[in-house]
Each structure stands twice: as C-alpha cells, then as structure tokens.
C-alpha cells in the first residue's frame, strides 16, 4: 500500500490540491494619475535566471484588477516583499480584497511609500520592505503588447488568448516582468556579500494560499 494518496487536480491546484510555500508580495504599480497603487501578490517567481539578455520574474493575477491594468498600461511595478508582521499581515489581506479601486484601497493605507532607484516614471516603493524588485513588462513576448487592446475589460476577455505573456484566459494575465534593479536593506544586503549564518535571513512569512474558501493560511 503506498502512503500516498492520489488527489483529482482541479483549478487552482496550488492552494486547493497543495500545501504550496509562497512569498507575500505587495506589487506598487503606476495609475494613470501618476499616484502608487498596492495589491497583493503570492504567485510571483523567478523566470529568466540566467543566459538571457536580461534577468525577469513572472506573475500570474487576474486580468481585471488594478494591478494587470496598469501593468497593461504603462509596464511598470515594484515587487514589494514583507516581512512576518501583523501590521504587514493585515493590510497585505486588506489590499488582497478585489473590487475596489486604487483610490478607495490607498485612502486607508498605513504603509509608508519612498521613492525607488530605477529610471523613469515609476511607482512608489514600500519602505518597510526587505527586499524591492524594479521591473518593467517585456510586452514584445509573444506579442504581449496586443493585450492592450483589451485594457477595461473587467468583466472577462474573449479569446484568443496567450500561452504565457499576454492575457491568457477569460480572467488570467501573465506577465514576464524584466528585472530594472534590485534593492535590499543595507543589513540583508551585507549578509548575502558576507557568507550566510542562521540568523542572517529576514524573518518571512509563507502563504499557504486560499484554503478552505474562507480564509487564506499562514506560517
Ligand atoms: C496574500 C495574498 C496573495 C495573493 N496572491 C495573488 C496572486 O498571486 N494572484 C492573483 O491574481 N491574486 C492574488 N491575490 C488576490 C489579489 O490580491 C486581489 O485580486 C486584489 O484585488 C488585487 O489587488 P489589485 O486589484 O489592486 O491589483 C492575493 C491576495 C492575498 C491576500
């Protein structure tokens, strides 16, 4: 008898089927009225880590919210990591609620937003950060850019639909995200050029994601 027990996978395989550790991820993206907006973000991972022109990240959200439309329009983010705080914790759940705009979630925030260090018109950063990712949308794979015609769809995109840059699903988006500049908190920073020792690492928390439909799981 095998100790293993087969599971039916089903959509969203990650959390429903999984115990899948995820960083906690607050992305900053550009709105058009060059203010910074905040939502939260698990599905968010290396994908170009070596032998390409440049280095990227891939995110996976759905194609409606605030942050797959400015991401759409203008390209630009900051992947925001947290550390294992409740002050953290709780707004990274309340800017993880959909259906509200980037006024209405940004008039109540409490994180403290600075400058980044990338060129150009650029959201804000999280100060509180330990570690900031500045990117831009590679929207030349495979033919990404063509999403644009879609911006303000909110209530599902008809196909056709992309493999993996683009829109690729009546409410998914996927977005290779190309690397402008990594910033990190002066103590992480001299851990990482020092060598490694157990107490070096920022404390994180991990995202078991959206569990049994009413809450998202935490360690
Ligand atoms: C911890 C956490 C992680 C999340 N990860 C994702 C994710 O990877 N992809 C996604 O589409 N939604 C994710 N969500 C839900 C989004 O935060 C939600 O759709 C939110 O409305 C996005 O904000 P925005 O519309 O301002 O971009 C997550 C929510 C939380 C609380």
């Known amino acids: 008898m095998s100790e293993f027990k087969s599971l039916k996978v089903v959509d969203n395989f990650y959390q429903n089927n999984l115990f899948y550790p995820m960083p906690t991820v607050i992305i900053s993206t550009l709105c058009d009225d060059?203010?910074?907006?905040?939502?939260?973000?698990s599905l968010v991972f290396p994908y170009y880590i070596a032998g390409k022109d440049y280095y990227a990240m891939i995110l996976e959200c759905r194609n409606s919210s605030n942050t797959a439309q400015n991401l759409l329009k203008n390209g630009k983010c900051a992947l925001n990591f947290i550390k294992d705080d409740r002050k953290?914790?709780?707004?990274?759940v309340r800017l993880g609620f959909p259906g509200k705009t980037p006024a209405e979630k940004m008039k109540d925030c409490n994180l403290k937003l600075i400058k980044g260090k990338a060129e150009g018109n650029r959201p804000l950063i999280l100060k509180d950060a330990y570690q900031v990712i500045e990117c831009t949308w590679d929207d030349s794979l495979e033919d990404g850019y063509k999403a644009k015609e879609h911006i303000g769809?909110?209530?599902?995109?008809?196909?056709?639909?992309?493999n993996f840059n683009g829109i690729t699903s009546k409410f998914g988006c996927h977005f290779?995200?190309?690397?402008?500049?990594i910033l990190m908190k002066e103590k992480y920073a001299d851990n990482l050029k020092k060598g490694l020792k157990s107490?070096?690492?920022?404390?994180?928390?991990v995202d078991y994601g959206y569990h049994d439909s009413k809450n998202f799981w935490y360690k």
């Open 88 to 92: 953290y914790f709780k707004e990274a």
């Open 34 to 41: 060059g203010t910074t907006s905040l939502g939260s973000y």
């Open 176 to 181: 290779i995200l190309k690397i402008d500049g």
């Open 153 to 162: 769809e909110l209530e599902g995109v008809e196909p056709p639909y992309n």
């Open 199 to 205: 107490n070096s690492f920022p404390n994180v928390p």
